[in-house]
């Protein structure tokens, strides 16, 4: 595991990098392209040298990335080849079970599907190019207040979505918007939601 003390610089082919995770919030990926293609030359230099992707080295020496999966999908789309990456742990040596119980235990995994499902590790995408739009990130950026014009400028956020932690809460006064089950289930991790989502959702199936 000395790749997990020792991080490693390196440049990688986006449509090399595989992703850890089923969806992305497509109105997320659009907003990130709008930004990019604001920037100028020099801006864009200095931005790809800024925004490393966080990646895990794994089985048959392939690179998943465990972060920014927006941004590296919206650069794949505006046709940028190649990405700076931050290798923070090097596990190609680990069989392929042994791989996934690891990064899932390290909280790298989030293999949901946009209706909440859990997936197997092989049904992955590929590619950011195959990475599909979560329905429920975009209903989140649009409770946080992340509207698509300024027309809703007047619309008042709801929820506080923290995306790092992957946390939902409800803002102050909005539980009367809510009522008590949505001030419950907003204190809950999002992942936790996920899973209680896909839970209903494998009942449904039964």
Same mark, same amino acid.
């Given at each position: 595991?000395?790749?997990?003390?020792?991080?490693? %610089?390196?440049?990688?082919?986006?449509?090399? %990098?595989?992703?850890?995770?089923?969806?992305?919030?497509?109105?997320?990926? +659009?907003?990130?392209?709008?930004?990019?293609?604001? &920037?100028?030359?020099?801006?864009?230099?200095?931005? /790809?040298?800024?925004?490393?992707?966080?990646?895990?080295?794994?089985? &048959?020496?392939?690179?998943?990335?465990?972060?920014?999966?927006? #941004? $590296?999908?919206? =650069?794949?789309?505006? &046709?940028? &080849?190649?990405?700076?990456?931050?290798?923070?742990?090097? =596990?190609?040596? /680990?069989?392929?079970?042994?791989?996934? $119980?690891?990064?899932?235990?390290? *909280?790298?995994?989030?293999?949901?599907?946009?209706? *909440?499902?859990?997936?197997?590790?092989?049904? %992955?995408?590929?590619?950011?190019?195959?990475?599909?739009?979560?329905? #429920?990130?975009?209903? =989140?950026? %649009?409770?946080?207040?992340?509207?698509?014009?300024?027309?809703?400028?007047? #619309?008042?956020?709801?929820?506080?979505?923290?995306?790092?932690?992957?946390?939902?809460?409800?803002?102050? *006064?909005?539980?009367?918007?809510?009522?008590?089950?949505?001030?419950?289930?907003?204190? =809950?991790?999002?992942?936790? +939601?996920?899973?209680?989502?896909?839970?209903?959702?494998?009942?449904?199936?039964?």
């Amino acid at each position: 595991m000395n790749g997990m003390r020792n991080p490693i %610089l390196t440049t990688v082919a986006i449509k090399e %990098l595989r992703p850890t995770q089923m969806t992305v919030g497509m109105r997320e990926v +659009q907003a990130k392209r709008q930004r990019w293609r604001e &920037k100028n030359d020099q801006q864009v230099e200095k931005y /790809l040298s800024r925004h490393m992707m966080p990646v895990i080295r794994g089985p &048959k020496d392939r690179f998943y990335i465990i972060d920014h999966h927006h #941004l $590296t999908r919206a =650069l794949y789309e505006e &046709k940028v &080849k190649e990405v700076l990456v931050i290798v923070v742990a090097n =596990l190609k040596r /680990l069989e392929k079970d042994e791989f996934w $119980t690891f990064i899932d235990n390290r *909280g790298w995994l989030p293999p949901f599907d946009a209706d *909440g499902r859990r997936c197997s590790t092989d049904e %992955l995408p590929k590619s950011v190019a195959d990475l599909t739009d979560d329905l #429920l990130s975009n209903v =989140l950026d %649009l409770l946080a207040g992340r509207y698509p014009s300024e027309e809703f400028s007047e #619309l008042r956020p709801r929820i506080v979505w923290d995306r790092v932690a992957g946390t939902v809460r409800a803002r102050d *006064g909005a539980q009367r918007v809510l009522g008590d089950g949505g001030r419950e289930r907003c204190g =809950l991790p999002l992942r936790a +939601q996920r899973e209680e989502q896909g839970d209903r959702h494998q009942k449904k199936a039964e």
